[in-house]
């Protein structure tokens, strides 16, 4: 583990390591099994990029059947939100009647997350949740609650573990905070 990295124009230290994240995914994978365990064949759709590493990591530790798939959306340039969601990339899978459980990088303002819940409703889900690896309670403006949140943390810039600084330190496997 680093101590400090550099990305582009920006340094910073560490905050989270690998086994703090890999003990929260453990967490809520075992709250998520438990409300989950009689449904039938839930969907986990993980929006990309940033949720890739925490979909990974989680759907391991899930002890029913279950089906995945990602759609792509985008909502920051830099290290700050634009308050305009891109969908990039739409989903293939039939949801209707569907149990399905949205898997995201980080909850902030909840604009990813409220088009996310927009767009999936219109396919009739039977139900949706929320999972995310990293809630920002102060940050979120929705009136709706996120069912699962792995970690909660303050309005700091982080990096790793899947989310990134214009597409660098998504590979890190701990995750760091911007210090400059």
């Not at 039939?94 to 399905?100: C, M, Q, T, Y």
């Not at 990293?134 to 792995?150: D, G, L, N, Q, T």
């Amino acid at each position: 583990m680093k101590e400090e990295i550099q990305l582009l124009d920006k340094k910073f230290k560490i905050m989270i390591p690998a086994e703090k994240i890999d003990e929260a995914v453990s967490k809520v994978a075992a709250q998520i099994n438990r409300d989950y365990a009689d449904k039938e064949n839930p969907v986990f759709i993980g929006i990309l990029n940033g949720s890739f590493m925490f979909m990974s990591d989680l759907l391991k530790k899930i002890e029913f059947n279950c089906e995945l798939s990602f759609v792509k959306m985008s909502s920051y340039s830099g290290t700050s939100t634009t308050g305009q969601v891109k969908e990039l990339i739409g989903l293939n899978n039939s949801l209707e009647g569907r149990h399905v459980i949205i898997v995201e990088d980080i909850v902030d303002t909840g604009v990813s997350i409220k088009h996310s819940l927009e767009q999936l409703s219109k396919h009739n889900p039977a139900s949706l949740a929320v999972c995310t690896l990293f809630f920002k309670p102060e940050a979120y403006r929705m009136e709706r609650p996120i069912e699962y949140a792995a970690m909660n943390i303050g309005n700091e810039f982080i990096v790793g573990y899947g989310l990134d600084y214009n597409q660098m330190g998504r590979n890190m496997k701990d995750i760091y905070v911007v210090t400059e």
